[in-house]
């Protein structure tokens, strides 16, 4: 008889952490955005995600260029008066995740929710008409929100996870983000979904 063929068996085949840094940006897949926070040791409360679209860059303006992009919008924000860029975290189009303005500084995304808060860009349009979330995205975004609000001890809920339409005149993060920019739109669309992780 035969010696019985040999199998290998192989493993799922896994995603190992990647990171590159530029100045002080620091972009990561989901994986080593993991290990990134489990690290942090911040000192300052948190009590909100914000959630925001760029709406300028959108998806006809990513092509790789992710360091070029956040440059660009450092550019506009100081431009505008802000002492860096505005935000503490943007998601793109291909799921990965870079830090931009420290965690550990206040951000400048909604006036009266910075203290206390994170603000993350998605880079995209979401409003109705504008940018088909790639399925990669989507699962950042949501396992961005579910992430956090487990390293802050954050209930899933409108006081916690909120939308910049929710406290000024703008339809950010879009009219078609996951269904709808309302209250009542994240309740049925956003927050089952991160809770489910
Ligand atoms: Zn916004």
Redesign the pocket.
Known sequence: MKNPKKTTFRPKTKVFPKTTIEGQYILMNREAFILWLSDLDLKRPIKYI????T?NPRYVDFNDNHFDKLKGMKRSHLRRGFSDIAQNLTTFPDGLIAVCRPLKTVPA??KGKNTGGICI?HLGNFDAGGDTMTDEHRKTIIWLNAVLCKKFKLEINRNTII???WF?G?S??GTNFFGGNSKLNAEANFYPLIRKL
């Open positions: 914000q959630n925001h679209h709406w995304g909604i860009e939308y910049h339409h000024a703008k950010c993060p």
